[in-house]
């Protein structure tokens, strides 16, 4: 008797998920096509303010992941960004990277803030590659974990350190190449790049300016990543 | 344009084939490439050389940090005057403590004709600094005889660890007091930070003096920090403490241990 009953209800909710999504695809249809439009429920202003809304907040749905080796904000680092402007020739990137402990006593997590601007774009004729001979800008890095401090702690006198060990400034500059895959022939993804890039952080440039024999291959640091167009 | 472009590709592209050492994976990555354990490998090539011996010159450089010009100038100096037994690092070779800055300054250091030590300062101690210093050098309280001299060298910046750990050390102090003899006569004490500065434990600055008296024919004491050469009785005692110039200030001690007595120079290159 109770099998039957849950059968039942089994069938009742697939039969109305049908129905629902059946009518659902239809409107989009009708909606979609403009001319065979019978009837428009009107909406409403607060369902017009309400898809305002959704869309402002879709805007922070990331348009791109990528994966970095190196690059002074860990051995390897995952992050989230969103591409814009008029050709996506800005980029805003949130990095979360990892630093094994090697000979200190504790693993690192560093967190990075990432801006870059990429003026150009080389397209090789009609093909599915195109370059970007200039990738450059600065980023933030600071330290998670650890004894890492933003200002001193108050054990010091003021000033006595007068920087902070957690909180890095880095500039960059670099490069690109990026594939993207035909429009009929996606499905997760639009395509994806591969970077390179120098930097080099605040503390060192401070150093290779006051001293000649540090030169400049000695504080820059090498970046090797991969952008996910999503 | 396209000339510009071009010029920056080319000029990436070389600096990307040149960029095979530059992998960083961040400012404090304590990932240590090359020559370690220096102390100890240098405390033992000084105990042979100096054996027996009991007249002897040394110098001490101190505070290089972001000097790398003035270091390799002072190795230079050191090494053309060919009477210099060891070196004694006082200690901040490093200035914000990025694991570069200590390899930049060891390699530096190994191109000095003699061995040397090398003590740790309080801006090595910042970030993962002291873990590098202890990886490159080894421990931050260390001691070796060089002819008939003891040398404490003794970690003495009690600010860095908000006194969470003893500094200075008095166990290590008190093991080089009960120490045999093994034909030590004299005691020399090289330190980062001098008592009554603000980087001191200055609650204990009295007994460490006290501890300090007791060690074998103690002859006078070093340090670095403050960046200027100067000379002081700090507690009225008669025991002296000279203190070393940074090298910015192109400055160094050459001191000359004798049967009886010792000679201190202000020297500079």
Known sequence: MRLRNVLFSILCGACMTLSAHGVDSLSSEVLADGVGMMYVPERSIYEIRKANRERQWQRLIPTHLKLQYAGSIGFMSLGVGWSYGKSNQWETDLMFGFVPKYDSDKNKLVFTVKQSYIPWIVRFGDSDFNFKPLACGVFFSSVLTGDFWISEPDRYPGGYYNFSTRFRANIFLGQRITYFHPREKRTYIQGCSLYYEFSACDADLVTFFGDKCIKIEDILSLALGLKVHL | ?269
């Open chain 2, 1 to 269: 344009m396209s000339k510009y472009i071009n010029c920056i590709f080319f000029l990436l592209i070389v600096l990307f084939f040149a960029g095979c050492d530059m992998i960083e994976y961040h400012p404090y990555e304590a990932r240590v490439e090359g020559e370690t354990g220096i102390n100890a490998k240098n405390i033992n090539l000084i105990q042979k050389r100096l054996e027996g011996k009991k007249e002897f010159k040394f110098a001490m450089i101190s505070d290089t940090q972001r000097s790398y010009d003035e270091t390799k100038k002072v190795v230079a100096a050191i090494n053309a005057r060919g009477d210099i037994s060891f070196v004694i690092h006082g200690g901040d070779q490093a200035d914000f403590g990025l694991t570069k800055e200590f390899l930049w300054t060891r390699n530096i250091l190994n191109n000095l004709y003699m061995p040397y030590v090398v003590l740790l300062g309080n801006h090595d101690c910042l970030g993962t600094g002291e873990d590098v210093y202890k990886e490159i050098y080894g421990h931050a309280n260390f001691a070796f005889t060089a002819g008939n001299v003891r040398f404490v060298c003794l970690n003495t910046n009690a600010l860095e660890y908000d006194y969470s750990v003893p500094v200075p050390d008095f166990d290590f102090i008190e093991e080089e007091i009960n120490r045999e003899p093994n034909g030590v006569e004299k005691t020399i004490v090289a330190m980062h930070v001098p008592p009554g500065d603000v980087e001191f434990n200055n609650n204990v600055r009295k007994p460490f003096e006290r501890y300090l008296l007791e060690l074998r024919g103690i002859q006078f004491c070093l340090y670095g920090h403050n960046h200027y050469f100067d000379e002081k009785e700090f507690f009225g005692d008669g025991l002296m403490y000279y203190g070393c110039t940074n090298v910015a200030n192109k400055g160094y001690f050459v001191i000359t241990i004798k049967e009886d007595g010792y000679e201190i120079e202000k020297c500079s290159f």
